[in-house]
């Protein structure tokens, strides 16, 4: 999909894979099962399902892939396997009821990898990888070496990298516990909720001032995804916006809807429904973000939505024409 994590634009490279990306609908953030049934062929390595993409939080829906993959395979003679990218969703889908199932208790997903230091609460640099069974992971590329009397395996380009990650993430599970992630989630989950709601009541005339993009309240990251609605013809976008809600101290990154291809370089639109320069924002919510914090960030909103709507952008003829040349573009792209 082409909402990938940006380790996998180094696989790509350092591996010599082709990539394959399916751009998933700007209404769903998800890649689509019947998207994965046409490009599966006799040279697919494998299926990469993301659990909590970094744009909006989804979650792609494993299962309906998994039962693609599975008739493809009976039907072809593949041996086609699926890879969930947990490295958000890792350390929250596991402690959110019903959600579908997405791990080892589907047949074809082979491996699964999170990062610790997203929501796992462990230092930066923390990731874990988990392998079905010890047969999954090719002696090619996982390697025993003779080192210092003994064997030592190793899944690294670099042999030698610190151990503080695991034992911040050790000593978390201990503190934590089963328990102790869950409550850290639910807290996340009611501030994003707290958020959304906070967000989706603010008005511009008799119309919605934002779009929201997300998955919603449940079954997804702690992620509020969302964009200036383009029903209200607002003289700024999202860009805008970002520098706007800074002046109050707040960093709300906001992206254009559009990724460099990883091999070619060229600059494509992210959604097959959306142009490439549209644009869009978001907010991760982390534990670190308590109530009267995101109280403050909608504060922060409609008080950057009153500054906004008090200038006369008609006067400032440089910042006129940067924006009717998008437009012209948005134009463009959605013609073609």
Request: aromatic share 12%.
């Amino acid at each position: 999909m082409s909402c990938y994590q940006a380790a996998w634009e180094k696989l790509f490279k350092y591996m010599d894979i082709e990539p394959r990306l399916l751009p998933p609908s700007v209404n769903g953030f998800k890649l689509d099962p019947e998207q994965v049934r046409d490009a599966l062929d006799e040279h697919t390595i494998g299926v990469v399902c993301i659990m909590g993409n970094h744009y909006g939080g989804q979650y792609d829906p494993a299962a309906e892939i998994n039962e693609v993959v599975e008739e493809v395979n009976a039907r072809k003679g593949y041996q086609v396997g699926i890879h969930v990218d947990a490295a958000s969703g890792g350390f929250i889908a596991p402690f959110q009821q019903g959600v579908p199932p997405w791990d080892f208790r589907l047949n074809n997903v082979l491996s699964i990898s999170a990062s610790g230091h997203k929501y796992g609460q462990s230092c930066c640099g923390t990731g874990w990888v988990l392998w079905r069974r010890r047969a999954d992971l090719s002696d090619h590329v996982g390697i025993s070496v003779s080192y210092l009397g003994g064997k030592a395996h190793s899944y690294t380009l670099n042999f030698s990298r610190p151990a503080s990650g695991v034992y911040s993430q050790y000593y978390k599970f201990l503190h934590y516990g089963m328990t102790g992630y869950r409550q850290c989630n639910d807290n996340m989950m009611a501030n994003a909720k707290f958020l959304r709601d906070g967000l989706r009541a603010m008005t511009h005339g008799d119309k919605p001032r934002f779009e929201l993009l997300d998955d919603g309240d449940e079954h997804c990251l702690p992620v509020v995804t969302l964009r200036l609605n383009p029903e209200c013809e607002f003289p700024y976008d999202d860009i805008d916006w970002q520098h706007g809600i800074s002046q109050h101290h707040w960093y709300v990154g906001s992206y254009r809807m559009q990724f460099n291809h990883p091999v070619s370089e060229q600059t494509l639109p992210l959604f097959h429904d959306a142009g490439a320069e549209e644009s869009m924002f978001r907010i991760v919510v982390k534990t670190h973000l308590t109530r009267n914090m995101a109280e403050h960030l909608l504060d922060s909103f409609r008080a950057t939505a009153d500054f906004f709507d008090a200038v006369d952008f008609s006067v400032i003829p440089d910042f006129q024409m940067h924006h009717l040349r998008h437009k012209d573009q948005r134009r463009l792209t959605n013609h073609c």
